[in-house]
């Protein structure tokens, strides 16, 4: 089945310490998002690719920062996670040659920072 | 004023009866409406998308569109404890260069047996 796979499930970082989230998809799509979630709050677009053209949220802090080497993989990079880093993260994927670009969302990454 | 509001919720609903969710958006450009269905600790899904005005239908789903009044909503028939979730709006952004989405901040569903 066509999907979006994100790896880990589950992440604990340490204060200060980079994490990489990374996000796969099968379904060929040519956007790819990040957002971020917390508790009761609505997702929050970090940044998203169009094919390689990397385009950031103004509000994005420079802590973020992400990768697309090829159209199936993203990744996300923190450099110095804080303890308000911590959030579900979550990858969606688009294509714009679907009328609507409804966008599909992988399982997400639980990212924990002690 | 945000750009994409519901009501928060908790919204319950006895098993069996409709279950009635609204939004309301600011950007009147707006073409492309969303409803997205979130259980707790999991990723959303993508339950309905509607784009004209009126009704869309999706088995116990429909969507209901009324961009004059800059409302969307969805309600949910024959409520099963199931669709006890967070329900998400989200509606496109346009003149954006690609496919972006603001969502609201969820109204919370509850469904009794």
């Known amino acids: 089945d066509a999907m979006v796979i994100q790896n880990p499930r589950y992440q604990v970082t340490q204060f200060g310490k980079p994490v990489t989230l990374s996000c796969s998809q099968t379904l060929n799509h040519n956007v790819m998002y990040w957002y971020q979630q917390k508790s009761s709050q609505a997702p929050k677009l970090l940044f998203h690719?169009?094919?390689?053209?990397?385009?950031n949220e103004a509000d994005t802090p420079d802590n973020f920062q992400s990768r697309r080497p090829n159209t199936s993989f993203c990744f996300l990079d923190i450099r110095s996670p804080g303890l308000g880093d911590a959030a579900m993260y979550l990858c969606?994927?688009?294509?714009?040659?679907?009328?609507?670009?409804?966008?599909?969302f992988g399982p997400g990454t639980r990212l924990t920072v002690l | 004023q945000k750009e994409v509001e519901q009501n928060s919720g908790p919204l319950s609903v006895p098993e069996g009866a409709i279950a009635s969710l609204n939004c309301t958006y600011s950007d009147r450009g707006s073409q492309s409406f969303f409803w997205y269905r979130q259980y707790s600790g999991k990723s959303p899904e993508l339950i309905m998308f509607i784009y004209s005005n009126g009704d869309k239908e999706d088995g116990r789903f429909t969507a209901q569109l009324n961009k004059a009044s800059q409302y969307v909503s969805l309600l949910i028939r024959d409520s099963q404890p199931s669709d006890s979730a967070t329900y998400l709006c989200a509606v496109n952004r346009p003149y954006s260069s690609a496919s972006k989405i603001i969502f609201g901040s969820g109204t919370r569903l509850s469904i009794r047996p």
């Open positions: 969606a994927t688009s294509s714009r040659d679907r009328l609507y670009n409804e966008q599909f």
């Open positions: 690719y169009y094919d390689k053209d990397f385009n």
